[in-house]
T-cell receptor
């Protein structure tokens, strides 16, 4: 089954404790991205990657890091989480080219206390 | 600076009637528009899209209309069904470059039996 998976689905952590949210897709897509969803703000892009070893900032990259060492994986790293990073996070992927329809993972609900 | 706006946070419609969800955008460079549907505890799923060279696109019960001069698009669902109850996001993109999706805030649609 073609899908984007994220782990963990739910996470409660404390300020400053480094964490990683994993994202993996099995569709051989070149393009992957991370979004956060907040009430009244919709989905905002954090980082995206056009292909392996090619990443770039989205609209709200502060406090986040990413890496793309393999085509299928695109982990999101929070080196020192803060309460304002409490949010619902989505990973998405799509093939390169004129294909705008992104496939989203199920989401990771993160709470930073 | 919200480039894509959905001004109605919620909409309630009776089953069998038409649901109309609206979206406005400010960036005249956008040339591709999409609607996504999101159920609780799931990621958004692609619903329908439209290129700026068209003013209408239909897919079954779903029709998207684009008014470029007004920078406005709408999603019509006819007839509305209980399974259509979800949050709907509109998104816009520019064909050239990174083809980033910019999302609106979302509209929660409730279909009442």
């Amino acid at each position: 089954e073609a899908q984007v998976t994220q782990n963990p689905r739910y996470l409660i952590t404390v300020t400053g404790k480094k964490l990683t949210v994993t994202c993996s897709q099995n569709m051989n897509h070149e393009y992957m991205s991370w979004y956060r969803q907040d009430p009244g703000l919709g989905l905002r892009q954090i980082y995206y990657s056009m292909n392996v070893e090619v990443t770039d900032k989205g609209d709200v990259p502060e406090g986040y890091k990413v890496s793309r060492k393999e085509k299928r994986n695109f982990p999101l790293i929070l080196e020192s989480p803060s309460p304002n990073q409490t949010s619902l996070y989505f990973c998405a992927s799509r093939p390169q080219g004129l294909a705008y329809e992104q496939y989203f993972g199920p989401g990771t609900r993160l709470t930073v206390t | 600076d919200q480039q894509v706006k959905q001004n109605s946070p919620s909409l309630s419609v009776q089953e069998g009637r038409i649901s109309i969800l609206n979206c406005d955008y400010t960036n005249s460079m956008f040339d591709y528009f999409l609607w996504y549907k999101k159920y609780p505890a799931e990621g958004p799923t692609f619903l329908i899209s439209i290129s700026s060279i068209k003013d209408k696109n239909e897919d079954g019960r779903f029709t998207v209309f684009l008014n470029k001069s007004a920078k406005h698009l709408s999603l019509h669902i006819v007839p509305s069904q209980p399974g259509d109850s979800a949050v709907y996001f509109c998104a816009a993109s520019v064909v050239q470059g990174a083809q980033k999706l910019v999302f609106g805030q979302g509209t929660r649609l409730t279909i009442n039996p």
